[in-house]
T-cell receptor, first 114, second 116 residues
Framework: GAVVSQHPSRVICKSGTSVKIECRSLDFQATTMFWYRQFPKQSLMLMAT?????????EQGVEKDKFLINHASLTLSTLTVTSAHPEDSSFYIC??????????FGPGTRLTVL | AQSVAQPEDQVNVAEGNPLTVKCTYSVSGNPYLFWYVQYPNRGLQFLLKYITGDNLVKGSYGFEAEFNKSQTSFHLKKPSALVSDSALYFCAVSSPNSNSGYALNFGKGTSLLVTP
């Protein structure tokens, strides 16, 4: 139980294009989903908290117009990296909560911007 | 503000020996403490958590952790390490009173290497 999927697992795009990453809770309804970013050999940094049906809450320093988050249903949240640049290359990981205290993580999406 | 410290970048242990991965925390109010494991190019897998109750928490794959309030620690332990335990381990803390709700604050991670 408590499985979270992400799609795609890897994406390579050209600078200036937009990329959408999907996060789905497969066997439970997630009232809250979180988006994290992880650089090589570093920890996860919280980017934003996404609640179904409401606007995402972004952490300080994260540009909301660049990282668009939509939480359209209790099982789906999307992160769109708009006008991607090489510095946006990273490992993006989402998580979802069934009960508020435990997060279940997706397998991550490796974004490479050329 | 809440934070987590993992003082060791890497822990090396021989297979069959006990292992400990250290974690200390700082949080206002009651902490919710977690351990996750990450294999290369994968997401995080939940190991165990402490919310309340018994200070010794047992989790997946034979791991356990002890909550020590006086030392503000939550060290991860396993009595007998396996080569397959080699991975990156993250300690994390959240607090329902924080501005980000139940969002997790992660330590920097500790790489565990178990040698045959």
């Amino acid at each position: 139980g408590a499985v979270v999927s992400q799609h795609p697992s890897r994406v390579i795009c050209k600078s200036g294009t937009s990329v959408k990453i999907e996060c789905r809770s497969l066997d439970f309804q997630a009232t809250t989903m979180f988006w994290y970013r992880q650089f090589p050999k570093q920890s996860l940094m919280l980017m934003a908290t996404s609640n179904e049906g409401s606007k995402a809450t972004y952490e300080q320093g994260v540009e909301k117009d660049k990282f668009l988050i939509n939480h359209a249903s209790l099982t789906l949240s999307t992160l769109t990296v708009t006008s991607a640049h090489p510095e946006d290359s990273s490992f993006y990981i989402c998580s979802a909560t069934l009960i508020t205290d435990t997060q279940y993580f997706g397998p991550g999406t490796r974004l490479t911007v050329l | 503000a809440q934070s987590v410290a993992q003082p060791e970048d890497q822990v090396n242990v021989a297979e069959g020996n006990p292992l400990t991965v250290k974690c200390t925390y700082s949080v206002s109010g009651n902490p919710y403490l977690f351990w996750y494991v990450q294999y290369p190019n994968r997401g995080l897998q939940f190991l165990l958590k402490y919310i309340t109750g018994d200070n010794l928490v047992k989790g997946s794959y034979g791991f356990e952790a002890e909550f020590n309030k006086s030392q503000t620690s939550f060290h991860l332990k396993k009595p007998s390490a396996l080569v397959s335990d080699s991975a990156l381990y993250f300690c994390a803390v959240s607090s329902p009173n924080s501005n980000s709700g139940y969002a997790l604050n992660f330590g920097k991670g500790t790489s565990l290497l178990v040698t045959p």
